[in-house]
C-alpha cells in the first residue's frame, strides 16, 4: 500500500428529514446566500423546506447555476456575494451546484480573474465557508474538495481540488431522490461506478481495505440499479445508493491507491463540445479505457472479473473482454448508451480532443502514459 494522508472534515448528516436540522448547522451570524439550480426544488417541495428551516437568517439567493456550471453564471454569483459581503454558502441541488458554490467560495475573496483557478495558475489559500443540502447522488461532491466548472466561450471544462473547498457540513437526505428523472438516476449509479472504477481498476498495491470496500460499492450499485430505477423504490434502495456515490468519492477509497482519472478527463471534452451528460460520457470511455489500456490493468481487470461479475473461465484476454462486455450491458441496462454515434458524435471530434491534448501537452492514467495517440484510439472504439 503506498503512504497516504487522509482527512475528511465534511459533517455529514443523513437520513429521512434532516433537512430540519439546517437551522442548527448554520452560522447564525452574517449573510449567508443560497444557491440553487434551474428550479427542481421548487417543484418537489425542498425550497419551502429550507425557506422555513432559513427563519430567522440573513440570507440572499442566487438561482440559476445549470448542469456542468457555467463560469460565465457563476460569476454574477461572486459580483453579488462581494457587494452583499456574504460569508457564508449554502448549496441546494446536485454536483453542479455543489461545484458552482465552491467555485463561488473560492472566487469571492480574490480581486484576479478566479478562472486561473482552473487553469492552475493561481492557488485556492481561502475560501468562504460552505453547507450543502444534496439533491443528488452522484457526483460525490457534498464531501470532497473537488469542483469542475464550464466556460461557455471557450468550450472548455476544468476540475480543481482544494480542502478549503470542502463543505462544512451535507445533509443527505434520500427521500430527495424521489423526485429524480430516471435519466438523473441513472447518471448518478453509473457516475459512481465509474469513480470506483478510476480509483480500483489501476495496479495492485496489496490494498485489501481498499479493493474489498471498492468491490462492495460496485456490487452495491450492480444490486440497487434496478430497484432504484424502479416504479416504486423503497426508501433504503436511495439510501443506499446516496451513500454508496458520497463513500465513491470522499478520498476513502483512493487513499494509498493508484488512480487513474482518464475516463474523466476525456469524458470532460465530450460535455465541454457537445453537452453529453457527464455520467454518459464515462459510460462511452470507460469501456474503450479499459480495453486499450489492458496490458498494463490486467491484474486488477482480472481481479474485477472475477470478484464483481464471478468470470473465472478462459484465457486472461478472453476474461477481461467478458469483464468489459458486462460493465457495457450494465451501463445500458440503466438506460444509458455507451457509443459515440449513440450521440451523433462521429471521428471529428476524436480529431479535435486529441489535438487539444496534444496542444496542451495533457499526458494521463495511473502510469502517465496515456498520451493524444491513446486517446485517439480509446475513442476510435467507441463510435
Ligand atoms: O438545476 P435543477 O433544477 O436543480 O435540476 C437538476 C439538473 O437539471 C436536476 N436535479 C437535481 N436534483 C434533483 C433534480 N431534479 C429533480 N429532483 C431532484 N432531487 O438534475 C439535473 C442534473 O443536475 P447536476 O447537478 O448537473 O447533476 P450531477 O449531480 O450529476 O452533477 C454533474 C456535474 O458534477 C461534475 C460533473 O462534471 C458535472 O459538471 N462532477 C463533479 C465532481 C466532484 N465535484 O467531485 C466529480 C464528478 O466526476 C463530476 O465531474
Ligand atoms: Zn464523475
Known amino acids: 500500500m503506498n503512504n497516504f494522508?487522509?482527512?475528511?472534515?465534511?459533517?455529514?448528516?443523513?437520513?429521512?428529514?434532516?433537512?430540519?436540522?439546517?437551522?442548527?448547522?448554520?452560522?447564525?451570524?452574517?449573510?449567508?446566500?443560497?444557491?440553487y439550480g434551474g428550479g427542481s426544488i421548487k417543484q418537489n417541495g425542498i425550497y419551502d423546506s429550507i425557506v422555513k428551516a432559513l427563519d430567522g437568517f440573513s440570507y440572499i439567493e442566487f438561482g440559476g447555476?445549470?448542469?456542468?456550471?457555467?463560469?460565465?453564471?457563476?460569476?454574477?454569483?461572486?459580483?453579488?456575494?462581494?457587494?452583499?459581503?456574504?460569508?457564508?454558502?449554502?448549496?441546494?441541488?446536485?454536483?453542479?451546484?455543489?461545484?458552482?458554490?465552491?467555485?463561488?467560495?473560492?472566487?469571492?475573496?480574490?480581486?484576479?480573474?478566479?478562472?486561473?483557478?482552473?487553469?492552475?495558475?493561481?492557488?485556492?489559500?481561502?475560501?468562504?465557508?460552505?453547507?450543502?443540502?444534496?439533491?443528488?447522488?452522484?457526483?460525490?461532491?457534498?464531501?470532497?474538495?473537488?469542483?469542475?466548472?464550464?466556460?461557455?466561450?471557450?468550450?472548455?471544462?476544468?476540475a480543481f481540488i482544494s480542502p478549503?473547498?470542502?463543505?462544512?457540513?451535507?445533509?443527505?437526505?434520500?427521500?430527495?431522490?424521489?423526485?429524480?428523472?430516471?435519466?438523473?438516476?441513472?447518471?448518478?449509479?453509473?457516475?459512481?461506478?465509474?469513480?470506483?472504477?478510476?480509483?480500483?481498476?489501476?495496479?495492485?498495491?496489496?490494498?485489501?481495505?481498499?479493493?474489498?470496500?471498492?468491490?462492495?460499492?460496485?456490487?452495491?450499485?450492480?444490486?440497487?440499479?434496478?430497484?432504484?430505477?424502479?416504479?416504486?423504490?423503497?426508501y433504503d434502495d436511495f439510501a443506499n445508493f446516496m451513500w454508496s456515490a458520497t463513500i465513491a468519492l470522499n478520498g476513502i477509497i483512493g487513499s494509498g491507491v493508484p488512480q487513474d482519472w482518464a475516463t474523466h478527463d476525456i469524458g470532460h471534452e465530450l460535455t465541454a463540445l457537445h453537452g453529453i451528460d457527464h455520467a454518459r460520457t464515462l459510460a462511452i470511455v470507460l469501456p474503450g479505457l479499459l480495453s486499450v489500456m489492458r496490458s498494463t490493468k490486467r491484474e486488477k481487470l482480472e481481479q474485477y472479473a472475477y470478484r464483481i461479475w464471478g468470470i473465472s473461465a478462459g484465457t486472461s484476454d478472453e476474461r477481461i473482454d467478458e469483464a468489459i462486455a458486462k460493465t457495457i450491458a450494465f451501463f445500458e441496462s440503466t438506460g444509458i448508451k455507451t457509443r459515440l454515434n449513440d450521440y451523433g458524435v462521429n471521428g471529428t471530434t476524436i480529431s479535435v480532443i486529441a489535438s487539444r491534448f496534444k496542444s496542451r501537452g495533457t499526458i494521463l492514467g495511473e502510469n502517465q502514459d496515456i498520451n493524444y495517440e491513446t486517446v485517439e484510439k480509446i475513442l476510435n472504439i467507441r463510435l
Open 5 to 35: 494522508i487522509y482527512q475528511n472534515p465534511v459533517k455529514i448528516v443523513f437520513g429521512k428529514d434532516q433537512i430540519n436540522s439546517l437551522g442548527s448547522l448554520l452560522p447564525k451570524n452574517g449573510k449567508i446566500m443560497v444557491t
Open 65 to 158: 447555476i445549470e448542469p456542468n456550471p457555467k463560469y460565465e453564471t457563476l460569476m454574477k454569483a461572486v459580483q453579488i456575494g462581494k457587494q452583499e459581503n456574504v460569508d457564508f454558502l449554502l448549496a441546494i441541488g446536485g454536483g453542479s451546484v455543489l461545484d458552482g458554490t465552491k467555485f463561488i467560495a473560492a472566487a469571492l475573496p480574490i480581486d484576479n480573474d478566479p478562472w486561473d483557478i482552473l487553469l492552475g495558475k493561481t492557488t485556492v489559500n481561502t475560501a468562504i465557508p460552505i453547507g450543502t443540502v444534496l439533491t443528488l447522488p452522484a457526483t460525490g461532491s457534498e464531501m470532497n474538495g473537488g469542483a469542475v466548472i464550464s466556460r461557455i466561450s471557450t468550450k472548455e471544462k476544468y
Open 164 to 234: 478549503l473547498v470542502m463543505p462544512q457540513f451535507s445533509i443527505l437526505d434520500p427521500q430527495v431522490c424521489s423526485s429524480l428523472p430516471h435519466k438523473q438516476i441513472a447518471n448518478g449509479i453509473v457516475d459512481t461506478y465509474v469513480h470506483v472504477v478510476e480509483q480500483y481498476i489501476t495496479y495492485p498495491v496489496n490494498a485489501m481495505v481498499q479493493d474489498y470496500f471498492a468491490e462492495s460499492i460496485l456490487k452495491t450499485l450492480i444490486e440497487v440499479a434496478p430497484k432504484v430505477l424502479s416504479e416504486n423504490p423503497a
